[in-house]
């Protein structure tokens, strides 16, 4: 039996004006998706992300609360020039 590798997490960087980010997979619930916002050096989180003080979700959801075609990730703040947006599922 093969394992399955399905991808969970999109990454993308800072332009300082940007607040939109897809997250193209399926998720069930908010809770569902983690944020993270590291700094140009990849080496330290800038601001700990949380849903609705930092980011909100805007998508589509089915009839049993799902994002099925994923969502998009709308930061409050746009990111800065060169920090790392790292969206994943869990």
Avoid: C, W
């Amino acid at each position: 039996m093969s394992i399955s590798s399905d991808q969970n997490r999109r990454t993308y960087s800072g332009d300082g004006s940007s607040a939109v980010f897809n997250y193209p997979y399926e998720f069930h619930a908010d809770a569902d998706v983690s944020v993270l916002v590291y700094n140009s050096s990849r080496s330290t989180i800038t601001v700990a992300q949380a849903l609705t003080a930092n980011y909100n979700i805007s998508g589509t959801k089915a009839l049993q609360g799902r994002y099925l075609n994923g969502a998009n990730i709308v930061f409050n703040s746009s990111p800065a020039v060169g920090d790392e947006i790292s969206i994943f599922g869990s």
